[in-house]
C-alpha cells in the first residue's frame, strides 16, 4: 500500500505543479511591427490556421495584429500585409504549391525572409535558418498561406520567352 501524505503536502505539491505550469506558459510577447495591411481581412484565415508549431518551435504570442511568432528564442516570425511583391528576377521557390521569393538578409547571417509571391495580402516570414529549415518551415505554413487565394505564381525564364 502506498503512503499516505498529508493533506498539507498533496496541497502544497498541486500548488507547485500549478505555479510551474504558470509559469512555462508565461513566456514574454514577442515584440513584432504589424505589416502596412495588417487590418487587410484576408490575413484573418490564414493567421487563424497557423500550426501550433514548426519543426520543433512552439507558437509564441505577440504584440501586433496580424503576426505570429516560433521558438523560444524566436526562431521564426510570420507577417501577414505586407506589400505583394510585383515581377521580378529574385529566386521564386514553389513549394507545395505555394510560390515563395526568398532572400538571405546579408547584415543578419543565417537570417533569411521569404515572402508570398502572387497572393494578395502577402505573407513574410523572417526566419534563423540554423533554428528552422526553411523546407520544414515553409511546408509546414502551406496550408495557411493557402487560405489566401494565388492569383499569379512564378515563371521561370523558359516559360516567360513562351509567354512572348
Not at 42 to 66: F, I, K, N, W
Not at 93 to 110: C, F, K, P, T, Y
Not at 138 to 155: F, K, T, Y
Amino acid at each position: 500500500m502506498p503512503p499516505i501524505l498529508p493533506i498539507r503536502s498533496v496541497r502544497a505539491l498541486l500548488g507547485a505543479g500549478a505555479l510551474a505550469a504558470l509559469l512555462a506558459g508565461c513566456a514574454p510577447a514577442v515584440t513584432v511591427d504589424p505589416a502596412e495591411n495588417a487590418a487587410d481581412p484576408g490575413c484573418a484565415p490564414a493567421m487563424l490556421a497557423m500550426p501550433g508549431t514548426v519543426g520543433e518551435h512552439d507558437r509564441r504570442e505577440t504584440t501586433s495584429q496580424a503576426t505570429t511568432a516560433y521558438g523560444e528564442p524566436t526562431a521564426a516570425v510570420v507577417r501577414c500585409g505586407v506589400t505583394p511583391p510585383g515581377p521580378t528576377t529574385d529566386a521564386c521557390s514553389s513549394v507545395n504549391d505555394v510560390d515563395w521569393l526568398i532572400r538571405q538578409d546579408e547584415e543578419a547571417g543565417g537570417t533569411w525572409t521569404a515572402t508570398t509571391y502572387g497572393r494578395d495580402p502577402a505573407i513574410e516570414v523572417v526566419f534563423d535558418s540554423a533554428a528552422v529549415p526553411s523546407s520544414t518551415l515553409l511546408v509546414e505554413l502551406g496550408s495557411a498561406v493557402e487560405q489566401i487565394p494565388a492569383e499569379r505564381q512564378c515563371l521561370d525564364l523558359q516559360d516567360a520567352v513562351e509567354g512572348l
